[in-house]
């Protein structure tokens, strides 16, 4: 069948939630011989991040809501010219403002009828069960969940299951790999050869630090040579640079800031990996990086995660969020370096078989087709 004319719109302009696995779609897409393009935010790292991948950013979209209606009817009329003049077929949206704006700019098509806008759902919380969200979803011709969960509360919000679409969390087994060389990390923050948990996490509410320390504090006291380095930056690190001296855990807890052409090498570094909620993904695209890089996960059971680590076999699910759980779980891991790496060799396994690219974007360039 021909290559089809495809416009995805992001209203994101920051290189977090939906950026990566957008950015990771559209190229999949690419390569399959589609032409893709993208609408985002102008002006920040996810603008970048597609240049940086070769993906053509439409210019003259703003996709901002806060500027009010005539911002919004600007984007319309655009929109509207872009999907005209470039011959798109299909219009796959991944938040609620692009969504409508979508919905309600779309033209009619020659054939008749409206042209087909989809939907990918990146967290749980983005799935609205009111009547206006109802009406958008009346109009939307098909919904991909990223996780079960969000799978359930689509149908549950009144989108009929025969158009609702699981797709798992992609990573890119190329960039992340089991053979990465760990030295660089270890040097740098002088890890010698102590255990060693990473976390790769927005410094924010809700993310799960408080948590993660409670618990690293209490296996300082089985493990006084473990280590725990806090990848990522946010508005939290001072409040939690400040409990971090409260648990007495400066010489153990190393905040690395922000990773990023190094990530590998930092993952590396890592005896187990741990995560301790979703974020604004919830394909936790950390854990799946994590697996690629042959990493056992310790994580609670938040977002895909249920349904992305095995447990016992690829990592260890936390069920509740007390710092002795925790503690466990990371003990168990860290106190036999075999069973890690065989959990490790079992992840980096799993993500092959079920987390590359192609998984997913088969899916969606299925549903594509079906829609014309």
């Not at 255990?195 to 410094?203: D, I, K, Q, Y």
Request: glycine share 8%; proline share 5%; with cysteine.
């Amino acid at each position: 069948m021909k290559p089809l004319s495809i416009l995805h719109l992001a209203a994101n302009r920051w290189w977090t939630g939906s950026a990566d696995p957008v950015i990771h779609l559209v190229a999949s897409l690419r390569k399959r011989g589609h032409r893709v393009l993208l609408g985002i935010i102008p002006g920040d790292r996810f603008e970048a991040k597609a240049k940086e991948a070769g993906i053509d950013v439409v210019n003259g979209l703003r996709l901002d809501a806060r500027p009010g209606p005539r911002a919004l009817a600007r984007d319309a009329l655009r929109l509207r010219a872009v999907i005209r003049d470039e011959g798109v077929e299909v219009v796959h949206t991944h938040h609620s403002h692009d969504h409508w704006l979508a919905v309600l700019a779309r033209p009619k098509r020659a054939e008749g009828g409206r042209l087909p806008v989809v939907r990918t759902f990146h967290n749980l919380r983005s799935v609205k069960r009111d009547r206006l969200a109802a009406s958008l979803y009346r109009r939307t011709a098909a919904a991909f969940a990223v996780s079960r969960q969000i799978e359930a509360r689509c149908i549950e919000a009144g989108i009929p299951s025969e158009g609702v679409f699981w797709i798992p969390g992609a990573v890119d087994l190329t960039r992340f790999t089991a053979n990465a060389d760990p030295s660089p990390i270890r040097e740098e923050f002088k890890l010698g050869d102590a255990p060693v948990v990473v976390s790769v996490a927005r410094l924010a509410t809700n993310r799960g630090h408080e948590l993660l320390l409670s618990g690293f504090r209490l296996l300082v006291r089985r493990l006084p040579r473990a280590r725990l380095l806090l990848v990522g930056k946010g508005e939290m690190r001072l409040r939690l640079e400040q409990l971090v001296a409260d648990l007495e855990l400066e010489r153990h807890v190393i905040f690395t800031g922000y990773r990023d052409h190094d990530l590998p090498s930092v993952l590396a570094a890592a005896d187990c990996f741990a995560l301790m909620a979703a974020g604004s993904d919830d394909s936790c695209r950390a854990a799946l990086e994590a697996m690629a890089a042959a990493r056992p996960v310790i994580a609670r059971k938040v977002g895909a995660l249920p349904e992305t680590i095995v447990h016992g076999e690829t990592g260890l699910l936390i069920d509740d969020d007390h710092p002795e759980t925790v503690a466990q779980a990371l003990g168990e891991i860290l106190a036999d370096p075999a069973c890690g790496r065989a959990m490790g060799v079992a992840a980096r396994a799993r993500a092959e078989s079920h987390f590359g690219s192609d998984r997913s974007v088969e899916t969606v360039e299925r549903v594509y087709r079906e829609l014309w």
